[in-house]
């Protein structure tokens, strides 16, 4: 018996009706022609709803187009099918996430004639996954967020750290620069302090000496003995000036100074002490700014800084620069003070030298205006000590730049004076001799130099009356205060110190002429008045003319 061909619309179709994979088939035209049970309860939705109607009616409407294309492209063998995901709905309306697997039906001559795809319900695993990627997505934006404030503490807490540690570095430098304007202070008042008791000294010493002499004939053996200890007097006055110096309160005699003038005429003085390897370059400004200056004092600053310059070149060949400018300079670009305080912005001029010498390191360079300090041989003295005084004592500041084997730069900056005054014409007269008649008092703690004054002074015809500290000083001054026309006063003195003194002269007699008599320079002891005035300032150590001088000048 012959076989019949089976039909194209129910190839194995059977088989699939009881299986429990949803499955169904397509004609031509994408309609649904048969589906198993599993498929109906997958759909929810009897066989009779279903067949007859095309496949793609059954996805939900976005995708309903790509389904319709895909469908017919698989018809007409354009694709190999493929499995595919689709959202389709349910006759309750829920949504279903079908994974569906395609095979092409042909016939004996391998003609396509329908589709048979087989649905797989991927719902719970989509949902589970869309869940996970929702969870991840969330996490990773946590993480985000956390990291973002983690990078932000990172860079508040480097920040906080980098600030610390300048905090820091800024708090040791300035513990150094008060240590070190501490240490200078200190021997400062030390150099002070000694130098002020020498004076007193030395007042007797050239005091008596002077007085010695008037007595002893010209050119006789005791007269040049006496003229030698004169000579050697005047050399300690230098050195205690040095010392006074570098305590910043030496006695300076301030007016205008042309520093391109004044350093033109110290090199023609070294050109002969200044090595013959050694080149002295001049870059002098011309019409420079005056100073207010003393011109011993800054002679001296020039003369230290030209000589060491030379000196650190040692035997070889180099060169000393020397240059002067002025200019307007803000605080920032100037040098900070011993206290650590920078200079006033204004007109400076400046005086640059630069050697091609040996250098320092920064040790050193730390240490150079230590009193005493030297990188040569001991025992040089005070040097750039004093050299640092003289500069603060006139308002200026030094900078110092070198390493080792490059040479050594110094910067001395001092403000500039835009109008100078003319001087008192009778400044430096002569006064010749002078006497008079009258009481005056002499207010000295030191016995040498009060016995050496009231000598002078009687010498002058004066009649002299003494104390020996401020109280006793009042004292006598209240008992004679009718008939006393002039008193010399010593600033410094235990207790009771000539400041006050002044004051209870003025509240009592105001026409009383006052003389203060001191070692230090005349515009620290102004500032040490509170306000007050006196006739006229004698510093020790003097001469018995410049006594009669300055009391002739108030007389």
């Not at 694709?79 to 697997?101: F, T």
């Not at 002269?505 to 026409?511: F, L, M, Q, V």
């Amino acid at each position: 018996m012959a076989v019949q061909p089976q039909s194209p619309w129910q190839p194995d179709f059977a088989v699939l009706e009881e299986a429990p994979i949803p499955c169904h088939e397509l004609d031509l035209e994408g309609r649904i022609v048969r589906v198993n049970a599993a498929a109906c309860r997958l759909l929810g939705i009897g066989s009779e709803q279903l067949l007859g109607h095309h496949a793609w009616e059954f996805v939900v409407s976005e995708e309903r187009a790509s389904a319709h294309d895909r469908i017919l492209r698989n018809m007409v063998g354009a694709q190999s099918p493929a499995s595919v995901e689709r959202n389709w709905i349910r006759m309750d309306g829920a949504r279903l996430v079908l994974e569906i697997h395609t095979v092409q039906i042909r016939d004996p001559q391998g003609r396509i004639t329908g589709l048979r795809t087989f649905l797989m319900d991927v719902t719970a695993r989509k949902r589970a996954e869309e869940a996970l990627l929702k969870a991840q997505e969330g996490l990773e934006h946590r993480i985000q967020e956390r990291t973002s404030e983690l990078e932000l503490a990172n860079q508040l807490l480097r920040r906080e750290i980098e600030e610390r540690h300048q905090a820091e570095e800024a708090r040791r430098k300035l513990e150094a620069q008060v240590q070190h304007a501490q240490r200078l202070e200190s021997l400062g008042v030390l150099a002070g302090g000694i130098a002020h008791d020498f004076n007193n000294l030395l007042a007797s010493i050239m005091g008596y000496g002077s007085l010695a002499a008037m007595d002893l004939a010209e050119g006789s053996r005791a007269r040049k003995a006496i003229d030698q200890v004169l000579i050697a007097a005047k050399s300690a006055a230098g050195l205690t000036q040095q010392m006074l110096a570098y305590s910043g309160r030496g006695t300076f005699i301030l007016e205008p100074v042309d520093l391109t003038q004044m350093i033109e005429s110290v090199v023609r003085l070294l050109e002969s002490t200044v090595p013959k390897k050694v080149a002295l370059q001049l870059n002098l400004a011309v019409g420079l700014p005056c100073i207010y200056a003393d011109t011993s004092q800054i002679r001296q600053v020039v003369m230290n800084i030209i000589t060491n310059a030379a000196e650190s070149i040692g035997d070889n060949l180099g060169t000393v620069s020397v240059t002067t400018s002025a200019a307007h300079y803000q605080t920032a670009e100037l040098p900070a003070s011993e206290s650590g305080e920078g200079l006033p912005a204004g007109e400076y001029v400046c005086l640059r030298v630069t050697d091609t010498g040996c250098g320092m390191d920064a040790a050193t360079v730390s240490k150079i205006f230590d009193p005493f300090f030297t990188t040569k041989f001991t025992g040089r003295g005070l040097g750039l000590a004093a050299v640092l005084g003289i500069v603060r004592s006139h308002q200026g500041a030094i900078q110092v730049n070198s390493l080792p084997g490059t040479g050594t730069t110094f910067r001395v900056y001092f403000p500039a004076v835009s109008e100078v005054s003319t001087p008192d014409a009778t400044r430096h007269e002569w006064l010749g001799s002078w006497r008079q008649e009258g009481l005056v008092l002499v207010v000295e703690d030191q016995p040498s130099v009060r016995d050496l004054a009231r000598l002078i002074l009687e010498e002058a015809g004066l009649t002299v009356l003494t104390a020996d500290d401020g109280r006793h000083a009042i004292e006598v001054f209240l008992r004679h205060a009718h008939e006393i026309r002039a008193v010399l006063l010593d600033l410094n003195m235990p207790g009771m110190d000539g400041a006050e003194v002044l004051a209870h002269i003025e509240s009592h007699a105001p026409e009383v002429r006052v003389v203060l008599s001191s070692g230090y320079n005349e515009q620290d002891v102004t500032a040490k008045l509170n306000g007050r005035r006196a006739d006229g300032f004698l510093r020790k150590p003097y001469h018995p003319s410049e006594l009669i001088a300055r009391f002739r000048s108030i007389w």
